[in-house]
Antibody, heavy 120, light 110 residues
């Protein structure tokens, strides 16, 4: 079965960077894009961007451009998301999600989430 | 940019039908997806492409999408359906195509 397993919780200071991982299994990794979505405490879902697992092409939400980098390693079927210049309002649970194959960007499987806490 | 509008909360008695709306400009022209999120858990896709249920989703969940409103309908509501529900589209109409989520609706089973 499809599984996305994310790395563990992180605590960072303002101004630092964080790099999260998302290990995929149970399907052909290069056939599906991966999105990253975050959820601040008590808030809704916020899409950060996606990466093509086939060719590495990325599409970042305008809010995060210049501050986020998404990559994949096809040899280990792992996706990564690095967020830089962290602020307190970056405190959130970060999810990776597999994008469905048919072009309208549904997200059919999700990781368990990684809590990132930004605090001095 | 494109905006999806959901009511913050909907309440329904067990066994009744819940309808959660998602409004957007000409949303009926877009593929619309719904997610269920229970406290402390990751979202789960319950409806994609307006009306289709992924494998394992009960047929009590159904969707429609026309004009400026999409609707998630949950029939014969159970206590276990209590959750937050989010709609989502892919907005390809702007200069910068992107994923858009609605603000979410908290479903309370009375």
């Amino acid at each position: 079965q499809v599984q996305l397993v994310q790395s563990g919780a992180e605590v960072k200071k303002p101004g630092a960077s964080v790099k999260l991982s998302c290990k995929a299994s149970g399907y052909t990794f290069t056939r599906n894009d991966i999105s990253w979505v975050r959820q601040a405490p008590g808030h809704g879902l916020e899409w950060m961007g996606w990466i093509s697992s086939q060719n590495g092409h990325t599409n970042y939400a305008q809010k995060f451009q210049g501050r986020v980098t998404m990559t994949t390693d096809t040899s280990t079927t792992t996706a990564y998301m690095e967020l830089r210049s962290l602020r307190s309002d970056d405190t959130a649970v970060y999810y990776c999600a597999r994008v469905g194959p048919y072009g309208d960007y549904d997200h059919d499987s999700w990781g368990q989430g990684t809590l990132v806490t930004v605090s001095s | 940019s494109y905006v999806l509008t959901q009511p913050p909360s909907v309440s329904v008695a067990p066994g009744k039908t819940a309808r959660i709306t998602c409004g957007g400009n000409n949303i009926g022209s877009k593929g619309l997806h719904w997610y269920q999120q229970k406290p402390g858990q990751a979202p789960v896709l319950v409806i994609h492409y307006d009306t289709d249920r992924p494998s394992g989703i009960p047929d009590r969940f159904s969707g429609s999408n026309s004009g400026n409103t999409a609707i998630l309908t949950i029939s014969r509501v159970e206590a276990g359906d209590e959750a937050d529900y989010y709609c989502q589209v892919w907005d390809s109409s702007s200069d910068h195509p992107h994923v858009v989520f609605g603000g979410g609706t908290q479903l309370t089973v009375l």
